[in-house]
């Protein structure tokens, strides 16, 4: 079993920056992907960025490309730290954060069924 906990929301000004973390544990296959997604009032939850844990790969949608800049402290046997950094913000990047794990292979363009393990969500507000 893999326990994901997520934080680091808040409310910021158009141009600001907020950085989220995420911290997951459990067996170590069932985490090596880490991605972050976001959920806009009434619409499906979207994929924002990955990374492969151990490769460093990452991979991000065309809406924050540039802006957002995910990573991951260097892994141990217990668990994996990721963050993500979220610079320039824009009021459409308003919405609930949920960062999610995965085993096997790490690449970009998730559905949200494709991650297995989720943390609770954090809010990002962004206001004009």
């Known amino acids: 079993q893999i326990q994901v906990v997520d934080s680091g929301g808040g409310s910021v000004q158009t141009g600001g920056s907020l950085r989220l973390s995420c911290v997951a544990s459990?067996?170590?296959?069932?985490?090596?992907?880490m991605g972050w997604f976001r959920q806009h009032p009434g619409k499906e939850r979207e994929w924002v960025a990955s990374?492969?844990?151990?490769?460093?790969?990452?991979?991000?949608?065309d809406s924050v490309q540039g802006r957002f800049t995910v990573s991951t402290v260097s892994q141990n046997s217990d668990k994996n730290t990721a963050y993500l950094q979220m610079n320039n913000l824009e009021v459409e990047d308003s919405a609930m954060y949920f960062c999610?794990?995965?085993?096997?292979?790490?690449?970009?363009?998730?559905?949200?069924?494709?991650?297995?393990?989720w943390g609770q969500g954090t809010q990002v507000t962004v206001s004009s």
């Open positions: 459990g067996y170590i296959a069932g985490r090596n992907c």
């Open positions: 999610a794990a995965r085993g096997g292979a790490c690449y970009g363009h998730y559905t949200s069924q494709e991650f297995t393990y």
């Open positions: 990374i492969h844990v151990g490769a460093g790969s990452t991979y991000y949608a």
